[in-house]
């Protein structure tokens, strides 16, 4: 009786011990690199977020490194910002010779991996721009992921390279 109850308590303690540990151990753990959009202008006049590419009207662009150091994947689902009517996520595909803009509605993030938002591939588009982007202007951008929540960042406007 006694060796069994010695069995159970040493058999409980490791159970704790487990649980206890776990969650510190697993997860995402998501940090956003190098954020910046190119400029644009507050337009008046028609929306054009799908035409065939980011050049002109009252639309702007983010780009960054989206670095996931957990051990579990997330996913990006959306975006806000107060500079812009509507905040997609985008993602140019070369359709022949046409480089052809599409929403897209989730975006994962590998464990220990990493996804980069860059020109001609995937990116947060800024639709209906309520200010001038400048170069050297900075504003404030939320990412929304799946598991981590709203991440704000800073988003500094730079000329396309
Ligand atoms: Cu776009």
Redesign the pocket.
């Known amino acids: 009786m006694k060796g069994l109850l010695r069995v159970l308590t040493v058999a409980t303690l490791v159970g704790l011990l487990a649980a206890c540990a776990a969650p510190a151990a697993t997860g995402p753990r998501i940090t956003i690199q190098d954020p910046w959009a190119r400029p644009g202008a507050m337009g008046m006049g028609m929306e054009h977020?799908?035409g065939m590419s980011?050049g002109g009207g009252s639309?702007s662009?983010v780009y960054f490194v989206a670095i996931n150091d957990g051990d579990q994947p997330d996913v990006l689902i959306g975006a806000a910002s107060d500079v812009a009517e509507k905040v997609?996520i985008?993602?140019?595909k070369m359709e022949g010779d046409v480089a052809k803009?599409q929403p897209v509605p989730r975006v994962e993030i590998p464990a220990r991996g990493r996804v980069e938002f860059r020109p001609r591939g995937l990116?947060i588009?800024l639709i209906g721009l309520k200010r001038d982007l400048k170069v050297g202007d900075t504003f404030n951008l939320t990412l929304r992921f799946e598991k981590s929540g709203e991440i704000p960042i800073s988003v500094t406007v730079k000329e396309m390279p």
């Open positions: 977020g799908h980011h639309t662009a997609e985008h993602e140019t803009m990116h588009m």
